[in-house]
T-cell receptor
Framework: EAQVTQNPRYLITVTGKKLTVTCSQN?????MSWYRQDPGLGLRQIYY???????DKGDVPEGYKVSRKEKRNFPLILESPSPNQTSLYFC????????????FGSGTQLSVL | LAKTTQPISMDSYEGQEVNITCSHN???????ITWYQQFPSQGPRFIIQ???TKVTNEVASLFIPADRKSSTLSLPRVSLSDTAVYYC???????????FGPGTRLSVLP
């Protein structure tokens, strides 16, 4: 089954404790992206990647890192989480072509205390 | 990616047809129009895509006028389960990034 898998689904942590949210897709998609969603602010893009070893900042990249060493994986790293990074995070992927369709993961609800 | 404008919210009643219009005045020749649906605490999911005229699938219809500067998502006979946020995205071609606008929050009332 074609899917984007995020882990964990829920995460509670404390300020300053490094964490990684994993994202994996099994559709051989070139494009992958991370979004965060906060009440009233919609989906805001954090980072995206057009292919392996190619990443770029989205609208809200501060405090986040990403890597794209393999085509299927696109982890989101918070080196020193802060309470303002408490949010619902989504990973997405798509193929490249004239009719791309994004596939989203189930989301990761992160709480930073 | 072409900038899009949608109504922030809409209300409807069960059984009615709902039409949500998206404006995209600077759409490019190669751009497709794609609509996504998002339920609370879930990731958006693709519902329909089109280039011109009319597209219909089992979930919705998409109407695109000849000038392609707008598009209308039509949901026939909505139910309570259609309560969601609907996003319109316009873009195409290899290398495009995907940035979401605020979407349209549809509330279906009994």
């Amino acid at each position: 089954e074609a899917q984007v898998t995020q882990n964990p689904r829920y995460l509670i942590t404390v300020t300053g404790k490094k964490l990684t949210v994993t994202c994996s897709q099994n559709m051989n998609h070139e494009y992958m992206s991370w979004y965060r969603q906060d009440p009233g602010l919609g989906l805001r893009q954090i980072y995206y990647s057009m292919n392996v070893e190619v990443t770029d900042k989205g609208d809200v990249p501060e405090g986040y890192k990403v890597s794209r060493k393999e085509k299927r994986n696109f982890p989101l790293i918070l080196e020193s989480p802060s309470p303002n990074q408490t949010s619902l995070y989504f990973c997405a992927s798509c193929s490249t072509g004239v009719d791309e369709k994004l596939f989203f993961g189930s989301g990761t609800q992160l709480s930073v205390l | 990616l072409a900038k899009t404008t949608q109504p922030i919210s809409m209300d409807s009643y069960e059984g009615q047809e709902v039409n949500i219009t998206c404006s995209h005045n600077n759409i490019a020749t190669n751009d497709y129009i794609t609509w996504y649906q998002q339920f609370p605490s879930q990731g958006p999911r693709f519902i329909i895509q089109g280039y011109k005229t009319k597209v219909t699938n089992e979930v919705a219809s998409l109407f695109i006028p000849a000038d392609r500067k707008s598009s209308t998502l039509s949901l026939p006979r909505v139910s309570l389960s259609d309560t969601a946020v609907y996003y319109c995205l316009v873009g195409a071609d290899y290398g495009q990034n995907f940035v979401f606008g605020p979407g349209t929050r549809l509330s279906v009332l009994p």
